[in-house]
């Protein structure tokens, strides 16, 4: 067991310290101490609503019945040269879920 022993002055001290701490009131703030510290709130204005240059129809509809451009077959088997090399479909899916390789940690 422990026994704690206290001096007398440590527990004056802490007898006054607990006194002063319930006789304590805090002043009540005024209604306007904000004033000086917080801006007043102002809503921003209204965004200006864009303006539309030429006919957006017309450029629309041309647009709409143009044809893509397909870029020009280079390899012989009927790859493009720009995915040659490269996954798609389910091979890249099969290889995005297989496990990374392990790396040999114990070096000799």
């Known amino acids: 067991m422990r026994f704690f022993v206290q001096s007398a002055a440590n527990l004056a001290s802490t007898d006054l310290y607990l006194r002063e701490l319930k006789a304590y009131k805090p002043v009540p703030a005024a209604k306007d101490a ?17 303006t539309l240059s030429g006919d957006v129809a017309a450029e629309l ?4 019945s143009s044809e ?10 009927g790859k493009d040269a720009a995915t040659e090399g490269k996954l798609s479909g389910p091979a890249l899916l099969k290889f995005l ?4 390789p392990k790396d040999d940690l114990h070096h000799h």
Do not use: C
């Open 34 to 50: 904000h004033v000086g510290a917080v801006r007043e709130f102002k809503a921003p204005q209204a965004p200006a609503i864009p």
């Open 61 to 64: 509809s041309a647009y709409a």
């Open 68 to 77: 893509p451009t397909l870029a020009p077959r280079t390899a012989e088997d």
């Open 97 to 100: 879920e297989e496990d990374l």
